[in-house]
């Protein structure tokens, strides 16, 4: 049984910076591609960052140039750090494992709260 639990998250004032943890068991993590999603109150969840398991990794557009992906196989975790952050950035961060397989798992969430 594969499990996420994610970590990190809570209150920073606006150009602070959060760094985001996701732990994984129950799966080959080194092989699986990571992503963190995100969404705000009354709005879709929408990627964030994802690192593929060749460290490939890939941005949306708001976040380029303050948010950095990472992945450390030894430990199954994936990390994102959060520079610069903007009240825009506040929402519940959801991590994500694509398995091998195709099958994709999600975490609980954390919440990020970006205050002006």
């Known amino acids: 049984q594969v499990q996420l639990v994610e970590s990190g998250g809570g209150l920073v004032q606006a150009g602070g910076s959060l760094r985001l943890s996701c732990a994984a068991s129950g799966s080959t993590f080194s092989l699986a591609d990571m992503g963190w999603y995100r969404q705000a109150p009354g709005k879709q969840r929408e990627l964030v960052a994802r690192?593929?398991?060749?460290?490939?990794?890939n941005y949306a557009d708001s976040v380029k140039g303050r948010f950095t992906i990472t992945r450390n196989n030894a430990k199954n975790t994936v990390y994102l750090q959060m520079n610069g952050q903007k009240p825009d950035d506040t929402a519940g961060y959801y991590c994500k494992l694509k398995s091998m397989f195709g099958y994709e798992y999600w975490g609980q969430g954390t919440q990020v709260t970006v205050s002006s």
């Open positions: 690192i593929t398991n060749r460290s490939t990794t």
